[in-house]
Nanobody, 124 residues
């Protein structure tokens, strides 16, 4: 069993920065991936970014590429999402997800464990 816990959300102005963190307790494995998804009010949950434990490969959605950076700390089993140049469209609840043997990193179904989410609000 894995329990991801997010932290670091909040309110920021347009163009500002926030850092989200996710700590995953329980099972760990070299073939795990940890990712971020987000869900704005009235919209479906969408993929943001993922990092793979083996090799540290990262994948980003087009909407955040160049602005967000995902990274991992294998020793602590934690992940961070550095969000820069935030836009009102980034306003959403951000969820941390953990999966093992992830093949389709952008698909929610690839992840078995989810955090409760943390709110990010970007004001204009």
């Amino acid at each position: 069993q894995v329990q991801p816990v997010e932290s670091g959300g909040g309110l920021v102005q347009v163009g500002g920065s926030l850092r989200l963190s996710c700590a995953a307790s329980g099972r760990t494995s070299s073939n795990q991936a940890m990712g971020w998804f987000r869900q704005a009010t009235g919209q479906e949950r969408e993929f943001v970014a993922t990092v793979f434990w083996i090799g540290g490969q990262t994948i980003y959605s087009d909407s955040v590429k160049g602005r967000f950076t995902i990274s991992r700390d294998k020793n602590k089993n934690t992940m961070t999402l550095q969000m820069n140049k935030l836009e009102p469209e980034d306003t959403a609840v951000y969820f941390c997800a953990v999966g093992f043997g992830v093949n389709r990193a952008r698909a929610q179904e690839a992840y078995s464990y989810w955090g409760q989410g943390t709110q990010v609000t970007v004001s204009s």
